[in-house]
């Protein structure tokens, strides 16, 4: 007698098995999150679910603001020497950029070096110190784009064969009213994507699940110039020249859409 139970336990264990073998499988659903409950125990992520669509704005203006990268750089034989001459001709720049109305405020030091110059004795077979290199760059900001290339001119003038000047930068001072209406042209962008898409496939669009957004900083118009000055002599220069152009602003987002 209990062997014949023995026998009828083992086989009801055997169906249960064999019955749990033969799940159904799993289902993808869209729309709200699937609970362990609801999906039979399996929960199902929703990251790669809805419509996922992307637009971009943009926007163009004329710059407003313009940086210039200059300063002097003198090579002596000895420091002293060479820190004197940049430091009096730095002076005489600084002070046409004052004349010119740059306010202290825009007026910033960016790099000041100074360097050992050097060169290899093959007889001695070693390095021989023939001098050194000061270096003082700053930048100043114009808030008036059209003195540009008449200050670009003083500034080599007073500052001799030690000018340099190294670039410039346009910018807009208040990029925010631009990027607001390139923001609002990406989000009209990426709705009316979305409705053509959910049209021509037959789907209906549901709630806006997330909007993220990614802003492309202000592009600074640079050209470099690495203008030492030439005006020794009795020849003067031709006046500077400086086209500002349009800068673009752009703004891309993303709206992930419930699909219903």
């Known amino acids: 007698m209990k062997s014949k139970v023995l026998i009828v336990v083992g086989t009801l264990m055997l169906v249960i098995i064999a019955a749990g073998g033969c799940a159904p499988a799993p289902v993808i659903y869209q729309g709200a999150p699937v609970s362990a409950a609801s999906a039979g125990g399996i929960i199902v992520s929703q990251q790669n679910l809805g419509l996922w669509m992307d637009g971009t704005g943009k926007t163009n203006a004329a710059p407003d603001v313009v940086v210039l990268s200059l300063g002097v750089q003198s090579e002596q034989k000895t420091v002293a020497q060479a820190q004197k001459d940049a430091v009096d001709a730095m002076a005489k720049i600084i002070q046409v950029l004052k004349s010119n109305g740059i306010a202290d405020k825009d007026v910033q030091t960016r790099q000041f070096n100074i360097q050992q110059m050097t060169r290899w004795d093959d007889k001695q077979n070693t390095t021989i110190v023939t001098g050194y290199r000061v270096s003082n760059m700053v930048d100043a900001k114009l808030r008036d784009i059209s003195k540009a290339g008449a200050i670009i001119d003083s500034v080599a003038a007073a500052g001799g064969d ?21 923001r609002e042209k990406a989000v009209q962008a990426a709705i009316d994507k979305a409705k053509q898409v959910a049209q021509a496939s037959g789907v209906k669009l549901g709630k806006i699940l997330s909007i993220s957004e990614n802003t492309v900083n202000v592009p600074m118009v640079r050209n470099v110039l690495m203008m030492k000055s030439s005006y020794g002599g009795d020849v003067a220069a031709a006046p500077t020249s400086i086209s500002s152009g349009e800068l673009e602003f752009q703004v891309t987002v993303q709206i992930v859409y419930e699909l219903n």
Request: glycine share 4%.
């Open 162 to 182: 030690l000018t340099r000047i190294n670039g410039i930068n346009f910018s807009v001072d208040d990029p925010v009213p631009l990027y607001k209406i390139a």
